[in-house]
């Protein structure tokens, strides 16, 4: 099995910044693409970014220019800086990860717990 734990969210005034790392373990074999996504209460889950394996980033129309992605493969791990936050960013944030686990299977999507990030006004 394979394990995805966030940290990184807490409380922000409106304006700053924070950090969010996702670490994952377990059975992996190989990871491929790393994202992040974000659900508000009553809201559906909602795509904020992603970086594949060699690298290559995409993000939502909503956080452009204000959060970057980023990964370190040796540390299975993915990081989503955020600058510049707005209250509208207040969500549970949640990691989500393609992972290989033997040679021979298919890709499966794993997803974390999700971390609270709130942005004060």
């Known amino acids: 099995q394979v394990q995805l734990v966030e940290s990184g969210g807490g409380l922000v005034q409106a304006g700053g910044s924070l950090r969010l790392s996702c670490a994952a373990s377990?059975?992996?074999?190989?990871?491929?693409?790393m994202a992040w996504y974000r659900q508000a209460p009553g809201n559906q889950r909602e795509y904020v970014a992603s970086?594949?394996?060699?690298?290559?980033?995409n993000y939502g129309d909503s956080v452009k220019d204000r959060f970057t992605i980023s990964r370190e493969n040796a540390r299975k791990m993915v990081h989503l800086q955020m600058n510049t936050l707005k209250p509208e960013d207040t969500a549970v944030y949640y990691c989500?990860?393609?992972?290989?686990?033997?040679?021979?299977?298919?890709?499966?999507?794993?997803w974390g717990q999700g971390t609270q990030v709130t942005v004060s006004s």
């Open positions: 989500n990860v393609d992972v290989v686990t033997t040679p021979t299977s298919s890709y499966i999507h794993f």
């Open positions: 377990g059975s992996i074999f190989r990871i491929g693409t």
């Open positions: 970086i594949a394996s060699y690298g290559s980033t």
